[in-house]
């Protein structure tokens, strides 16, 4: 049951960040969601809440995850989905575009991971859910930035698992190959997978019994271009 539990969702106001606000909004969990900006998306749910953070920032990040506990009592899941991308060759990226992607995509998953985690076990446990990609284990050309912050996710994210397990805390990557948004300035497909699968395979990650965790979880398209 996800009824009444408080999650933080990075990057959440478009893309598979808002179809997980989403989900689990219809799902009863109560929601603190960030943008760089801080505007959400229009579609109210009751107990959602839209805050600015900068995950590249960690005092940023604390004030989130501080804020998220004084609001709703307590944190119980973290959805690490905050990304960006900047495609070029080693000689093409410039040293700020190289930053801003590690930075964001790997450092912000730290930031975040380390704010939350004293919040988690005092629930007794909670889930982080880090969201990489199919780039994590498959390299494209011009992916210099994007591949290096997704593998290294990945290389986090197994660390994580095994030092968060003792505590009651799950860990899950989300490996999605291509995904029908505008993320990168790319234009959605018909072939491509949907947010909404992606945010769906979050929510099942959530709902496995105590027992039991899904460490990792790789989503290709079934469908050809």
């Known amino acids: 049951m996800l009824k009444n539990k408080v999650a933080v969702v990075t990057g959440g106001s478009r893309g598979i960040g808002k179809a997980v606000v989403e989900v689990l909004s219809d799902n009863g ?5 960030c943008s760089k900006s801080g505007r959400g998306f229009v579609h109210e749910f009751p107990n959602l809440i839209f805050k600015k953070c900068d995950v590249r920032c960690y005092s940023s990040v604390t004030k989130l995850v501080d804020f998220t506990a004084d ?3 307590g944190v119980d899941i973290l959805i690490n989905n905050a990304g960006v991308v900047h495609r070029g060759g080693v000689e ?5 575009q190289w930053n801003e992607v590690i930075s964001t995509n790997l450092s912000g998953a730290f930031y975040c991971s380390k704010a939350v985690m004293p919040h988690l076990r005092v629930r007794g446990g909670g889930h982080i859910v880090n969201m990489s990609s ?3 284990v498959v390299g494209f050309p011009g992916g210099a930035a994007y591949n290096a912050s997704k ?13 968060a397990a003792p505590q009651n805390i799950k860990v899950t990557t989300i490996m999605p190959g291509r995904v029908a948004t505008d993320f990168g300035d790319e234009r959605p ?4 997978i949907s947010p909404e699968d992606v945010a769906n395979v979050v ?4 709902l496995v019994g105590a027992a039991a965790a899904i460490s990792k979880v790789e989503i290709r398209h079934s469908k050809t271009r």
């Not at 969990?29 to 969601?33: E, G, L, N, S």
């Open 71 to 73: 609001i709703f009592g």
């Open 29 to 33: 969990v109560k929601v603190v969601a």
């Open 203 to 206: 929510v099942e990650s959530l």
């Open 92 to 96: 093409d990226l410039t040293i700020d």
């Open 134 to 136: 199919r780039s994590a």
């Open 151 to 163: 593998f290294g996710l990945n290389g986090f994210t197994e660390a994580l698992f095994l030092d």
């Open 189 to 192: 497909d018909s072939w491509q």
